[in-house]
């Protein structure tokens, strides 16, 4: 019989699954109002059907799911890698404020695991099939919890130089959201089978970065116990400067002026879509404006620079990366990165990094002692992947451990996808802590990989379940590090001369 759960805004009936009940696209908060923070949901009356997904947030479409671009062989390969992203169409919408459960029983108190989709602060769903919960629940007997929330400009538009508090306007109405949302785990999650004493937030890439900055969020503490990034380190915010100035820019590409704020209310959802996209976020040497902004109130600081947020203190975390993340990042738009050679190198690098060829051929060589046999595509990936996501990774563990026990690890199998080129690419972990078959246009359609999903689904419950996932915790002396490949080890202070060419480097910002 499908089951009925008594929540504090009413009833809700989800689905009996083969091996979990799900309850998908209840609703946590009422329909947002533009630029200002969520209201908890009002309750209704009878019982509501959660067997469906709610709305995703509205955003730029991906190519790769794009109806427009369905015949387009330019996107096939990107499309293939993809494979299994969105299972059931689901609409887009601003009202978009919905959370899904998967549980074994409504009974108990099992660990609760709650998940922040990828996809940058600009794109993804909690609807997505390579996140679906059931068989981490299923396999685990945890909780799991994901959501929609507002993301790119109708989520980090900041407005507050530009007289959007006097206007009843916040900034980082997209953290407050997922904010209300843990809000909404705290109370109700115990009527699904949970622990409100015992909730994990986990997240990759732009999930991941949620994380950190719920670690620096002062009115996140106490709704989560445990928290894991994937590929997702994020140590500085958006500055506030930057922020006012691409709020400016949207503007004036919507025609409007400091004085009019009021309008934004009546302008078409995908005009202003549009200005989100002349902003060209996330597009090569864009530095990043569509994110957390340090606002002195939600977000006091920048989460992880020079040291961890005191928000932060006491909470275990579990973070890491895999180790060639930029080859489905950038080699969809840019397969040449296959084909570099060692010329290549060093202009391509300083152009990645920010820095000069000299210091990038500097970089190179530093990599080149330590692989002397890989090719100049292999080497350029292990550099550009540490730079943009590794090295941060260990900043954030370096920082965090100081006041907390860290556990990190970097995940380095192979996928024989695409003949091998794409080594251990960003997106790899997300079957093997999710279903190992969630997403074969990243593992490929063997069983290779499969006790490698095994280890660390488990690994990962292990930690939500007792904040530690089964080896050594990180400290800036030992650097403990598990290496997860087709066999497990755990290494002290792996790559450390790598690591030691990368913090020479200027900070990203």
Known sequence: MPPIVETTSGRVRGAAEPRVLAFRGIPYANPPRRFRAAEPVTPWAGVRDATAYGAQASQLIFNFLDPALANDPAIEPSRDFHRGV?????????????LNVWTASVTGSRPVMVWLHGGGFASGSGSWGWWAGDDLAANQDVVVVNLNHRLN????????????????????TGMGDILLALRWVRDNIARFGGDPNNVTIFGQSGGGMKVTTLLAMPAAQGLFHRAIAQSGPLLRAVPRARATAVAERALAHLGLNRSQLAALDSVPTQALLSAFAAANEGGPGVLRQYAPVIDGTTLPADPFHQAAPPTAAGIPLLIGATSEEVTSLQGFRDPAIFNLTEADLPPRLAG???ISEAEATELVAAYRAARPGVSAAKLYAAIASDRQFGHGSVVEAELQSAHAPVFAYRLTWQSPVRGGRMGAPHNLCLPLVFGRDRAPGVTGTGTAHHALAGAMQTAWAAFARTGNPGWAAFDTATRATKIFDSSCTVIHDPARAERLAQAALPPRL
């Open 86 to 98: 969105e299972e059931v169409p689901v609409p887009y919408s601003e009202d978009c404020l919905f």
């Open 352 to 354: 990645f990094c920010g």
């Open 153 to 172: 400009i109708f989520g980090f538009l900041s407005l507050d130089e530009l007289g959007g508090p006097a206007a009843g306007l916040s900034a980082n």
